[in-house]
């Protein structure tokens, strides 16, 4: 039974005197900060072997037990993660100095826990793109290894937990390369522009650990390896095509509309492949400034070639390139029906995929394009920042480059803009088909000087 002398004013508000008294351990000082701070917002970045996990299990429970008719919901990117902190709060609950019927345990499952105050501890995997939690509620929201959750997720289905009430928000992850929704907000917190509290803590913190094992992890691992999994700081993603730097800079990504400055224009296709995949054109003029970006969702090809008529006779483009890959050949040739040679499928070799990735990520370096970005904004600029700074590369056997997006995350709108960028940079621009009726003689193709 639990001491009635316990001060139950500071059991309800005080979360590590909770975890002292209730469960039974005396937590780290850097836990009992991140357990006890009031933000409502919380970020806990970390090494390996912190008891990161363990804080936010202890969180859950706090919540859980000390307010009534509670939604406190765990989720992670894969079902392992998810299961692996919702074993950890059973682990806690049988390990307590408290009895069983001291938690009001009403009901238990393999993924839920319900209390006799009427909270419950549910735990579920995001998925692919979250919807294995789309219509549940949350007083209580912690995503495990959040790093590795895709920005999408983050935006479109996990923020609207928190658009009512004063909904808590916990994110716990070892850091994955700056970039993705995790990074941004730590990033944001670090420059005083949001109300996130942040606890940082590297392996040797915790006392439990020794300098000896710590040590043999700085010769074991690569050096990037151990700033991320030791010292629980962030870096550049190594395997990262395309940098934070690069992508955001002040000269390419503007907090201001952009226009079309130049009567040159070009329209990058990426037609949808799959069910998850989505058509995106974007427009970009001659000086780089990407002007208009539109997508379609789970739409025919025929919707396709009408948007790409629809768009050329408002935008009269020099070059059309679109992604014939897939299914994308017959567009092409319906469309080249009524447009001519300005368009053009391209399919996208590995070898061919390399050259017109590289030419997009020197037109980032040299900030030869302009887009309009405010963070969190929710704009499709903003997917398509998302998006370019996901994308990972790799070397196959033979040497060559290999570009791609990790699983969870999509390429519509790279590839769209690397075809755009493609078909301005290399000038094989071909007549309308008007233009190309005007007559002309073989002594003025002679006289023309290459």
Known sequence: MLDESLDLKRLVTEPSYFVKEFIGVEPFEYQKEFLNDEANRKLFVAGRRVGKSRSASWKALWYAITHSEAEVLLTAKTQRQSMELFRQIKAEIR??????????????????????????????????????????????????????????????????????????????STPRGKRGFFWDRYDESNRGENDYFVQQVPTWKNPKVDDEWVERQRKNLTSMQFKREIKGEFDENTDAYFTEEEVTHEDVAVGRPVQRETDAAYLGVDLAHTGDDESVYISLDQNGNIFDIEYTSNKELTDAMGRIRELDKYNNYNKILVDQTGLGAGVVDQVQEDLGNKVEGMKFTLDKKQSIYSNLKNNFQDQQLTFRFEPNAGEDTNT?????????????????????????????????????AWAKDKKRTALTDKASMKPFDLGTVKGTKR
């Open 95 to 172: 390990q307590s100095e408290a009895e069983s019927q001291e938690w009001g345990i009403s009901r238990e499952t393999r993924t839920e826990v319900n209390f006799s105050n009427g909270s419950r501890i549910v735990c579920l995997p995001l998925g692919r793109d979250g919807s294995n939690i789309r219509g549940y509620g949350a007083d209580l929201l912690i995503v495990d290894e959040a790093a590795y959750v895709p920005e999408g997720i983050f935006q479109e289905v996990l923020m609207p937990f928190l658009a009512v009430g004063q909904n808590q928000f916990i994110m716990i």
């Open 384 to 420: 398509m920042k998302q998006q370019l700074t996901a994308l990972e590369y790799d070397y196959t056997s033979s040497g060559k480059l290999k570009i791609f997006h990790p699983s969870g995350e999509h390429d519509d709108f790279c590839d769209a803009l690397a075809l755009a």
